[in-house]
């Protein structure tokens, strides 16, 4: 019998292998200026390059210029953001990392504050935006901008930028693309039967109302090559009753790996303001779990999965095929201990550093958005010491769910 893969066992998804299970997930920054990378991206990402990770990602990076969360959003939607990603992404394929990239469009949240400013929509005079787009004309809360329904031409152009970007995503270098479904952003609104209320083929039943999504897949599909792998993070429940729910995110799953996606990110909520969410340790796992053994589609959970120990030990209880660990080292990526959820330790670090921990802890007004949330956990592997990278994902081993490492 061959050994248990750990934590730097290789992995290969589609026609890549990583050369370990650790990747560094999306983490909105709020540090372009007109969509494009700075010298912030290169710096913020190459560093976990440089501490080891197989795979890194960028933040959510909108498709359009109204699909960004904030005027600060990285973005993808002209050809001159191709060149200041293709040097972050060669900076990372030269220490030895793979580059992936999210795409994502806001929706209804978007044209806000970057969140450790005080929350408000932003007005066009200063950078903003007011056609702000839903699937119907209903605000995310008090204090966000009131969306616009998109018509049937609104829908294609989405369709139609979700596909631009992800061939300036080749363009760029990037290794994966993941399309971002969760959250209460645009796609998942489609999703979610509380914030979608069409009455044509893109509303009501669950085929129109997952049609967005899938056909953003397949467009994707067109022009990403076969070779390389496609994610979709989606939220597995609004934890509101008579939205969307774990049945209908299995169901999803295995549409989605028909159409050519390679790994599901299981999230949750995000799409309902003031929905009472349980969380605590691993408290997302059970539906990653669920869904990779009813779909098939090798999954991933994120949110609660971090501890004081992360590395080759058995965790029976979290079967997902990837563990997320959200903003696991996002202060102090190289040397400095840190600690887990402690308000009472606050080292000095720049606002895209700290706003997780701080809206964590004091909320900021507004529903605590998944991405977020800082996990700041001083964890060891077999000995104590930092990895350095931040939002770290831990690649699960076995497909089969009877061991990953925690």
Known sequence: MDAPANLFSPLTLAGITL???IAVSPMCQYSSEDGFATDWHLVHLGSRAIGGAGLIFTEATAVSPEGRISPQDLGLWKDEHIAPLARVTGFLHAHGAYAGIQLAHAGRKASVSPPWETPRVVPPAEGGWTNVLAPSAIPFAEGFAQPHALDSEGIARIKD??????LRALSAGFDVVEIHAAHGYLLQEFLSPLSNHRTDEYGGSFENRTRLLLETVETVRTVWPAHLPLFVRISSTDWTP???DIDQSVELARLL???GVNLLDASSGGNIAGAKIPVGPGYQTAFSERIRRESGLATGAVGGVGGPVVGARPRPHARAARDVLDRLVHRQPLRRRLLARDDDVDPVAAAQAVVGHRQQAVGVG???DPDH???????MIDEPRVLMGEA???LAPDMGGEQVVQ
């Open 373 to 379: 949330v800082a996990l700041l956990v001083h964890h």
């Open 257 to 259: 790996k028909a159409r």
């Open 366 to 368: 507004r529903q605590i």
């Open 392 to 394: 770290v994902m831990i």
């Open 161 to 166: 930028a979700f596909r631009a970007a992800a």
């Open 19 to 21: 050369p370990n299970r």
């Open 242 to 244: 008579g939205g969307w």
